[in-house]
Protein backbone atom coordinates (compact mmCIF):
# COMPACT_ATOMS: atom_id res chain seq x y z
CA UNK A 1 0.00 0.00 0.00
CA UNK A 2 1.14 3.02 -1.16
CA UNK A 3 0.38 6.60 0.80
CA UNK A 4 0.71 9.86 -0.65
CA UNK A 5 -0.19 13.05 1.52
CA UNK A 6 -0.77 16.23 -0.02
CA UNK A 7 -1.71 20.15 0.42
CA UNK A 8 0.36 21.16 3.37
CA UNK A 9 1.72 25.02 3.13
CA UNK A 10 2.04 27.98 5.20
CA UNK A 11 -1.14 29.49 5.99
CA UNK A 12 -1.94 32.51 8.15
CA UNK A 13 -3.55 31.92 11.81
CA UNK A 14 -6.97 31.56 12.01
CA UNK A 15 -6.55 30.10 8.06
CA UNK A 16 -7.38 26.93 7.06
CA UNK A 17 -5.50 24.09 4.59
CA UNK A 18 -7.07 20.86 3.23
CA UNK A 19 -4.95 18.01 3.15
CA UNK A 20 -4.77 14.61 1.21
CA UNK A 21 -3.90 11.55 1.18
CA UNK A 22 -4.16 8.90 -1.52
CA UNK A 23 -4.34 5.35 -0.88
CA UNK A 24 -5.47 1.98 -2.48
CA UNK A 25 -7.41 -0.96 -0.50
CA UNK A 26 -9.72 -1.27 2.00
CA UNK A 27 -8.15 0.13 5.08
CA UNK A 28 -9.21 2.58 7.96
CA UNK A 29 -7.11 5.70 7.74
CA UNK A 30 -5.98 8.41 10.24
CA UNK A 31 -4.00 11.65 10.32
CA UNK A 32 -0.91 12.14 12.42
CA UNK A 33 1.44 14.99 13.18
CA UNK A 34 4.88 15.75 14.42
CA UNK A 35 5.79 19.14 15.61
CA UNK A 36 9.41 20.04 16.15
CA UNK A 37 10.54 18.45 19.48
CA UNK A 38 7.47 17.29 20.22
CA UNK A 39 6.42 13.50 19.96
CA UNK A 40 4.05 12.07 16.86
CA UNK A 41 0.35 12.76 17.71
CA UNK A 42 -2.81 11.68 17.20
CA UNK A 43 -5.42 13.96 14.81
CA UNK A 44 -8.10 11.71 13.27
CA UNK A 45 -9.11 8.51 12.01
CA UNK A 46 -12.05 7.30 9.70
CA UNK A 47 -13.19 3.70 8.86
CA UNK A 48 -13.59 2.91 5.29
CA UNK A 49 -17.11 3.25 4.95
CA UNK A 50 -16.58 6.82 6.25
CA UNK A 51 -19.34 6.44 8.94
CA UNK A 52 -16.98 6.70 11.96
CA UNK A 53 -15.01 8.78 12.68
CA UNK A 54 -12.45 9.89 15.60
CA UNK A 55 -10.38 12.88 16.79
CA UNK A 56 -7.88 13.64 19.55
CA UNK A 57 -9.86 16.21 21.99
CA UNK A 58 -7.74 18.89 20.67
CA UNK A 59 -8.45 18.71 17.13
CA UNK A 60 -12.41 18.49 17.80
CA UNK A 61 -14.17 21.21 16.00
CA UNK A 62 -11.59 22.28 14.05
CA UNK A 63 -10.29 19.51 11.91
CA UNK A 64 -13.00 17.08 10.22
CA UNK A 65 -11.85 13.77 8.44
CA UNK A 66 -13.70 12.62 5.44
CA UNK A 67 -13.25 10.17 2.75
CA UNK A 68 -14.06 9.89 -1.21
CA UNK A 69 -13.25 6.02 -2.09
CA UNK A 70 -14.12 6.34 -5.52
CA UNK A 71 -10.68 8.34 -5.57
CA UNK A 72 -9.00 6.73 -2.95
CA UNK A 73 -8.55 10.00 -1.35
CA UNK A 74 -8.93 10.34 2.62
CA UNK A 75 -8.96 14.39 3.34
CA UNK A 76 -8.08 16.23 6.62
CA UNK A 77 -9.79 20.03 6.79
CA UNK A 78 -8.23 22.01 8.73
CA UNK A 79 -9.96 25.26 10.16
CA UNK A 80 -8.72 28.17 12.52
CA UNK A 81 -5.33 27.21 12.52
CA UNK A 82 -3.47 28.05 15.09
CA UNK A 83 0.79 28.24 15.09
CA UNK A 84 0.50 25.11 17.56
CA UNK A 85 -1.10 23.22 14.76
CA UNK A 86 2.73 23.58 12.84
CA UNK A 87 4.00 20.15 12.14
CA UNK A 88 4.84 17.73 9.85
CA UNK A 89 1.33 15.86 9.17
CA UNK A 90 1.00 11.83 8.35
CA UNK A 91 -1.44 9.56 6.65
CA UNK A 92 -1.29 5.80 7.80
CA UNK A 93 -3.38 3.03 7.32
CA UNK A 94 -4.46 -0.03 9.40
CA UNK A 95 -6.84 -2.82 8.78
CA UNK A 96 -8.73 -2.76 11.70
CA UNK A 97 -11.01 0.28 13.12
CA UNK A 98 -11.49 -0.97 16.68
CA UNK A 99 -7.94 -0.64 16.62
CA UNK A 100 -7.26 2.37 14.54
CA UNK A 101 -9.22 4.53 16.37
CA UNK A 102 -7.54 4.23 19.42
CA UNK A 103 -5.28 6.88 17.80
CA UNK A 104 -1.98 4.50 19.01
CA UNK A 105 0.19 4.54 15.98
CA UNK A 106 1.18 0.74 16.60
CA UNK A 107 -2.45 -0.12 15.00
CA UNK A 108 -1.38 1.39 11.66
CA UNK A 109 0.34 -0.85 9.22
CA UNK A 110 0.95 1.55 6.35
CA UNK A 111 2.09 5.26 6.91
CA UNK A 112 3.03 7.83 3.97
CA UNK A 113 5.97 10.36 4.11
CA UNK A 114 4.19 13.10 5.19
CA UNK A 115 3.53 16.92 4.33
CA UNK A 116 4.48 20.26 5.85
CA UNK A 117 1.85 22.44 7.85
CA UNK A 118 3.31 26.07 8.99
CA UNK A 119 0.86 28.64 10.53
CA UNK A 120 2.04 31.70 11.21
CA UNK A 121 1.26 33.79 13.59
Known amino acids: VQLQASGGGLVQAGGSLRLSCTAS????MGWFRRAPGKEREFVAAINWSGGSTDYADSMKGRFTISRDNAKNTVYLQMNSLKPEDTAVYYCAAGSSWAEVRSGSPINYNYWGPGTQVTVSS
Open 25 to 28: GRYS
